[in-house]
């Protein structure tokens, strides 16, 4: 039998290790099916990964790139975001607001990303028009012409694109609820009928409408509430928190969530407050509890009615007439009748003129003003902060009743140990242009700086005004009815609101984090709260048109463990291949070795 010689088929180096390895069909397959296997955990974990990567960020950065985003020009070029219009039809003009909003993240639990539109410049996108919508009570078909220069403002900043998707909100305020009923739907209905004419906004006739004091002050709450991050998930254990009841209902179970902040707004007219009734109410009486109905708001701002983490139940009271400069004047219209009363019955002549006037507690030292009705009346400045309050303390209606504020209204109960408030308008004025006391308020502080502000004359007040030591804002006429305004505010917080003296969770600001906050926002915040509910409804059926791709291992273990012992299993069975080949490749090799002298013999 010829013997075979397989020395032709060797390397000419007769030293070598192995053999080549030549992989079976069958091995292809199953390393085929390992790569596969792998391939599609990995792409899980991807995804998973792509998921979570927001809340695996650093917080504070993540806090710090948000504000800087916020600073930048709104890139209208960005198809994915989203846009909305609010007009705040108030009583000495109008003002058109547009925000903007990128698309939901997908947690039912998470409310819109609504901020402020910026233009390129970095300036909010807002206009304003003179004077209130209210002025055309009597000529309501020229109200298109009064709103189309916001509209067509609103129209140029918004793409094109996205006009027919974006909302329009036009909210009147004071002017317009003090109309008749006919005046109003006039003017409401002029709005209906051609804006959508001229203009291609998302835009229907319940768009248009005028909002109660109560709608407004509710806004405001949401709004500054918003901004602060109060709405957010409870993060961590510095997260500010308290237990809160979503229902009157006792029985139903607290929601743990960050606490809420109140506001405080004191205009010249008109004092609000607003904060979150975090408890079942108790009522001294029916009578109490049916005036309750009309000052408390209970609403969801989640986008799904089924959850109520997102549900608030807030108070809320305008009081007309206790604003800073109405209170002035109420107060003066009380001297003005007591003096010429006095001087008509008694014979005297108190503030007839500058030389006899009328001493005036609320007024610093000797400063001098007048009152001017039927007759000039002279008034001079004592200076007596504490006098002061005694006698503008009548002005607040208060009475022994408990839970309640000015003149008898119901206010719940306030847990000022588990509370805070922000103060704005003449809180601030008060605190902050003349007394340069900060945004924390201290009552004890407070109340010594204006006890020295009214004890100092004048002349010295004067002096610091020109030497430009109060705050830019601040003017002659700020200067002199700040003795007044100091008590007022006192009075109001601690007297008609009851704030404890030592109460230190009362910040008086201007802005919050660098940025004037509207009531517009709080709105359009609320009326939108629904729209994230469409894009969860279309990720839901894409995803049960390609659930294969989207599929999270955090909702399905089993797939996940499934796929991980696939891969397992078909790694080991490669190892064992691999070894079976390289036996097999020694055994040939040993083989070819033996045979190799018996072919160089032959």
């Known amino acids: 039998m010829a013997r075979v010689c397989f020395s032709c088929l060797l390397p000419a180096s007769r030293h070598f290790s192995a053999s080549p390895i030549i992989f079976t069909t069958r091995q292809k397959v199953a390393l085929a099916g390992a790569t596969v296997a792998f391939c599609l955990v990995f792409l899980l974990i991807f995804m998973e990964y792509q998921h979570w990567r927001p809340q695996l960020k650093d917080k504070e950065l993540e806090r710090y790139m948000a504000r800087i985003e916020d600073m930048e020009p709104t890139d209208t070029n960005d198809a994915a975001l989203n846009y909305g219009v609010a007009i705040d039809c108030g009583s000495s003009g109008s003002r058109v607001f547009v925000y903007f909003w990128p698309r939901h993240n997908g947690n039912p639990h998470d409310l819109l990303n609504i901020r402020q539109m910026k233009d390129k410049n970095r300036t909010p996108v807002v206009k304003k028009i003179k004077p209130g919508i209210s002025s055309l009570a009597s000529a309501p078909d020229k109200t298109m012409n009064y709103l189309r220069p ?48 001229e203009f291609d906004f998302l835009f229907s006739e319940s768009h248009a409408e005028v909002i109660s004091g109560k709608q407004e002050g509710v806004y405001a709450w949401i709004g500054i509430n918003f901004v602060l991050g109060r709405f957010n ?13 979503v229902s009157s209902n006792p029985k139903k179970a607290s929601v743990i969530r960050k606490r809420t902040v109140g506001i405080l707004d004191m205009g010249g007219a008109s004092l609000q407050i607003a904060y979150e009734v975090a408890n079942p109410l108790v009522f001294a009486s029916p009578v109490q509890e049916e005036a309750a109905k009309g000052l408390l708001a209970e609403f969801n701002l989640g986008c799904d009615v089924h959850h109520t983490e997102h549900v608030y139940r807030v108070y809320v009271s305008t009081f007309l007439g206790y604003g800073g400069n109405y209170a002035r004047q109420r107060y003066e219209d009380l001297i003005f009748n007591n003096i010429t009363t006095a001087n008509r019955l008694l014979g005297q002549h108190i503030g007839i003129s500058a030389e006899r006037p009328y001493l005036d507690p609320c ?35 208060k009475g022994n009743e408990t839970n309640t504020s000015f ?63 109060f705050s830019s804002h601040a003017d002659l006429s700020r200067l002199k009815y700040q003795c007044f305004k100091s008590a007022w505010v006192y009075e109001v917080l601690h007297s008609g609101f009851d704030f404890p003296a030592d109460y230190s969770n009362l910040k008086t600001i201007k802005l919050v984090n660098d940025k004037e906050i509207q009531w517009t926002l709080g709105a359009i915040l609320y009326k939108t709260r629904f729209l ?59 083989w070819l070795q033996e045979a190799e002298p018996m072919t160089e013999g032959s």
């Open 363 to 397: 007024l610093s030292l000797e400063t001098a003003d007048t009152i001017q009705d039927e007759q000039i009346l002279h008034l001079k400045g004592v200076g007596d902060f504490d006098e002061c309050c005694k006698r503008i303390k009548p002005f607040l209606g």
């Open 407 to 469: 003149s008898g209204v119901y206010q719940p109960p306030i847990d000022f140990h588990n509370s805070e408030f922000y103060g704005f308008s003449e809180f601030h004025y008060c605190t902050e242009d003349v007394l340069r006391m900060g945004s924390q308020y201290d009552g004890v502080r407070y109340a010594k700086a204006a006890k020295d502000f009214c004890a100092t004359k004048w002349t010295t007040l004067k002096e610091r005004f020109d030497l430009n030591l």
């Open 233 to 245: 998930h409870i993060e961590d254990n510095n997260d500010t928190h308290d237990a809160v009841t």
């Open 150 to 197: 916001l509209l067509h403002f609103a129209a140029d900043h918004v793409p094109v694109a996205k006009h027919k998707e974006t909302p329009l909100y036009i909210l009147c305020t004071a002017g317009m609820r003090l109309l008749l009923e006919s005046q109003r739907g006039a003017i409401l209905q002029e709005l209906c009928t051609n804006v959508p004419i």
């Open 532 to 590: 994230p509910l469409w894009d969860l409804r279309k990720d839901a059926i894409k995803t049960s048109h390609s659930s294969w791709l989207r599929v999270s291992f955090v909702y399905n273990h089993y797939l996940f463990f499934a796929c991980f012992f696939v891969v397992l299993l078909a790694i080991i069975l490669y190892v064992l291949r691999l070894r079976r080949i390289h036996k097999r490749a020694q055994q040939e090799l040993q």
